[in-house]
């Protein structure tokens, strides 16, 4: 009860003077010069009795132990080490940081002491975010100080606390330090085989290669699986010639099921490198014992064919797979990937039965109910008979896929269209109620929302029926922001860091606790506004969408407008609001776009090199800022809100423009180029609904895309006022 009452009167003596020793120590951090130094100390030394002292100290050790990195070996380790002393006697809640600052302070002058105050950290009572890291720095220390055994004995009974291919290759160096030699090699397998990708793999093979010449017989021979493991990581990691050589060393030496795989992975890497006609020649070559395998070899060979546009071959070879492979995964894989491929080409007497094959034969698989959706989806667009019997049958065996809403709101369109609105209400009500902040949760909204549906009663059997349906695959939970003991020491700890300008561990405190008994949704919501409070509004969102995954199934009555308005930040408002008006467009929407494609992180970029709040790509960039006169374009405008903002308001409203001006195929053309929405436009005609033509998009991603777009301009309708999206064709 005393620790907590100091660290809330450490709290409380912050609120005003913790801004400034955030922005004393961030500036020390962003630029350790003396100068930025000596301003930290001064408030240190200031505020030595209110307890602001010892956060400041905190801080101290932390720019000093950070610049020490930079500089010669110890550098600032007195210093660090002296301040990180003082707050751990000043701060006790936070013993463990300043515990661990000292110990990397430490290591260069007194080894063995760094040792001893890392392992305090392991040892205080609770878990902490950095018991791994003070267990490694341990170790480290009693390395250098050539004390292999002690690093030995103080990972092997942490072992656990040992993330990642660091502290493998550490434990490793250690043992091989110990002169256990058999022991080190299989630590320095285990990084080289799990984590193929990493740096430390490359370590981890020089030393194999030494302990092996060592050890002579006694070398422990890696497993198959893990060979193969390796392989299979390499590939997907854009390395199958790498994965084709270890490969092709490894074959004589496997047998059996695994040697199988093993000739496989070299022609599936081929097709991942995408020497396509290759890999289909030596598949097709290849004759494996092992069915597993068999089913592999096969589904790349659909796949190949499938690049190549052989699209009788493949569904040849899918046939072979259907008789001989029937339940195998890669059947289904091989079902799913060449109707795919006849779906994008708008092809429905070819997809139709392949989907109709994967529904049948994997009734209990994801891809089971993806596939029963699309035979289902097919039926209502050719407004064949029964349509509403399979969209009934899909929700029914599907409960909680991700389609059961779609099969719900459409079989209110059949009701209504019927003329029996009390059945379209219920069926309406069921979606709202069963699919909060979904995108047919606000389209259901709209058509309770028409004179007709308002006016019925729902129809009582319909609304036991949905009742009936089960738990959806996005409700069940509500949320709890009651901050217990264990949440409750998490804030109070992050909120220290935060004032001593240590922002990434104070959301590490907060993300840690979520992971180890905290409050998901009370953690996100403190992330969230410490964040927000930094301007770093992509990082509330984030930090929401990590700590309290199942936020967007809460309703928004059940969760603070506060934490909502976090989740769905408006900054820019004024920026948003001027373009909207001059180019026509809801706000809200732009809002929408911008959360979708960068989470408002005016520094974001993707894969494709696109940059800033509405993700436009440097080509484009020059060419709108031509067109809107901005003046020579360089592509740091990109990085500029009000900029970025224009620049992307005006495009969408040029796609807007050619399109009809229907939102749903404007952000189709944003996600997936215009010339694929003209096409599809012109595939499913001008004159669907809006839901309609979103559901007959072939790329999952632009679908899900628009969806998320339009789901989230109804929740920032919903918060920040203003008028609803338009619904498109009708």
Known sequence: MKLRAGVLLLWLAGACAGQTLGVLSKAYQAKPTAANRAALARFAAAHARDGQGGLAQLALAYGDVQAAKGAAAGAAGAGAAEAARKAA?????????????????????????????????????????????????????????????????????????????TGGVLLGRALRGAQQLGAAALQFQRVYFEYP?????????????????????????????????????????????????????????????????????????????????????????????????????????????????????????????????????????????????????????????????????????????????????????????????????????????????????????????????????????????????????????????????????????????????????????????????????????????????????????????????????????????????????????RGIKALAPGYLGWELSEAPTAFWKLAFPLPYREALAAEGAERGIDPNLLAALIRQESEFDPRAVSRAKAMGLTQIRPATGRDLSRKLKLGRFTVGMLYQPEINVRMGAYYLRWLLSGLDDRYEAALAAYNAGKTRAVRWLDWFGHDLEQAEFIECIPFTETREYIQIVLRNADVYRRLYGGGPVAAGGE
């Open 89 to 165: 006697k000043a701060v006790p809640a936070l013993a463990d940081y300043a515990l661990f600052l000292e110990a990397q302070a430490l290591r260069s002058a007194d080894a063995a002491l760094a040792a001893e105050r890392a392992m305090q950290v392991v040892a205080l009572p609770g878990l902490s975010p950095m018991d791994g890291q003070a267990l490694q720095s341990a170790a480290w220390a009693l390395l250098g100080a050539g004390d292999a055994e002690g690093a030995v004995r103080v990972l092997q009974p942490n072992v656990g606390l040992l993330a990642g291919p």
């Open 197 to 541: 990708l990493s740096s430390e793999a490359g370590e981890a093979a020089t030393a194999m290669a030494q302990l092996r010449l060592q050890l002579g017989s006694g070398f422990p021979p890696p497993l198959a699986q893990d060979i193969l493991g390796r392989a299979r990581k390499l590939i997907s990691g854009g390395l199958g010639k790498r994965a084709v050589q270890e490969l092709n060393e490894a074959i004589p030496e496997l047998g059996g099921p695994e040697g199988d795989v093993a000739r496989v992975l070299v022609g599936v890497a081929r097709y991942f490198e995408n020497e396509n006609q290759a890999a289909v020649n030596y598949l097709r070559g290849l004759r494996v014992g092992s069915d597993e395998a068999d089913a592999e070899r096969l589904y790349y060979v659909v796949q190949g064919l499938r690049r190549l546009e052989q699209f009788d071959e493949a569904a040849a070879v899918v046939e072979e797979m259907r008789g001989r492979h029937k339940g195998a995964e890669f059947t289904m894989r091989a079902l799913v990937a060449l109707a795919d491929a006849h779906l994008v080409r708008n092809e429905p007497e070819r997809f139709v039965p392949l989907y109709g094959a994967c529904a049948q034969l994997f009734p209990k698989e994801e891809r089971g109910a993806y596939c029963d959706w699309k035979v289902t989806w097919q039926a209502y667009m050719t407004q064949r008979a029964g349509a509403a019997r399979r969209l009934e049958e899909h929700v029914e065996r599907f409960p909680a896929s991700a389609k059961a809403g779609a099969a719900l709101y459409f079989l209110g369109r059949l009701r209504e269209q019927a003329g029996e609105y009390g059945v379209a209400r219920a069926f309406y009500e069921g979606i709202v109620a069963r699919f909060p902040n979904s995108y047919y949760s606000v389209q259901a909204e709209m058509r309770l929302a028409d004179g007709k549906v308002k006016q019925a009663r729902a129809a009582a059997v319909t609304v036991q029926y949905v009742r009936g349906l089960g738990r959806a695959a996005s409700g069940g939970t509500k949320p709890d922001f009651a901050v217990d003991a264990a949440t409750r020491t998490r804030v109070e700890r992050a909120r220290l860091l935060e004032q001593a300008g240590l922002s990434e561990w104070a959301e590490g405190e907060l993300r840690f606790g979520a992971k180890n008994g905290g409050k998901g949704a009370a953690l996100a919501k403190e992330l969230a506004e410490m964040a927000a409070r930094r301007g770093q509004h992509a990082t509330a969102v």
